[in-house]
């Protein structure tokens, strides 16, 4: 399978908790995004990536959320502390990087519970 | 004002119609515009990309691109119930995409 891979595709978490949610992007893929879904709300950009760089954050809140995308293996997404308004679905996308087409793949997404 | 506004739906046609969403957008400086289709409880799946004035088409498919309107369509023919879904209009000023709430549309058989 060449597609974008997410895992845990569920997480349940109790508030004051860690989550870590992690993302494969496709083959020949360098360039990482993570959005957010809401329940009942659309996809917002959280943060884009590439190997060893964040490119842009801006969409990142501003306490508890980091993300990387080491060298190495997965880009990881890390919620600190987790409070019940993290319940989300959480999406992963990847694009080749180069040309402008800007073409974004996504994963099957990891869907975050907060107890 | 949202930078990427759709009509919020909910859309029904029959089966066969054309099914017609819009999306604009509100910054000038965007060049690529995409259609992405998203099953309830799955994750959004790119349909089709448009980044000239125009219409460009794909199977059943067929986006259209205004940017002196920064308007963007998708015109989805012969519509089958399988297309029921929520179409996503997604912009990208940058590298990142900017989506708009979403369009539902059922297909009746």
């Known amino acids: 399978n060449a597609g974008v891979m997410q895992n845990p595709r569920h997480l349940v978490r109790r508030r004051g908790q860690e989550a870590r949610l992690r993302c494969s992007p496709m083959?020949?893929?360098?360039?990482v995004y993570w959005y957010r879904q809401l329940p009942e709300e659309g996809l917002k950009f959280m943060v884009y990536?590439?190997?060893?760089?964040?490119?842009?954050e801006s969409g990142m809140p501003k306490e508890r959320f980091s993300a990387e995308f080491p060298k190495e293996g997965p880009s990881i997404l890390r919620i600190q502390q987790v409070v019940r308004g993290d319940s989300a679905a959480y999406f992963c996308?990847?694009?080749?990087?180069?040309?402008?087409?800007?073409?974004?793949?996504f994963g099957p997404g990891t869907r975050l519970t907060v107890l | 004002q949202k930078e990427v506004e759709q009509n919020s739906g909910p859309l029904s046609v029959p089966e066969g119609a054309i099914a017609s969403l819009n999306c604009t957008y509100s910054?000038?400086?965007?060049?690529?515009f995409f259609w992405y289709r998203q099953y309830s409880g799955k994750s959004p799946e790119l349909i089709m990309s448009i980044y000239s004035n125009g219409d460009k088409e794909d199977g059943r498919f067929t986006a259209q691109l205004n940017k002196a309107s920064q308007y963007v369509s998708l015109l989805i023919r012969d519509s089958q119930p399988s297309d029921s879904a929520t179409y996503l209009c997604?912009?990208?000023?940058?590298?990142?995409?900017?989506f708009g709430s979403g369009t539902q549309l059922t297909v009746l058989p």
């Open positions: 996308a990847s694009s080749p990087g180069t040309g402008v087409s800007g073409e974004q793949f």
């Open positions: 990536l590439q190997k060893e760089n964040i490119i842009d």
């Open positions: 997604a912009v990208s000023p940058a590298r990142q995409l900017t």
């Open positions: 083959k020949g893929h360098s360039h």
């Open positions: 910054d000038r400086g965007s060049q690529s």
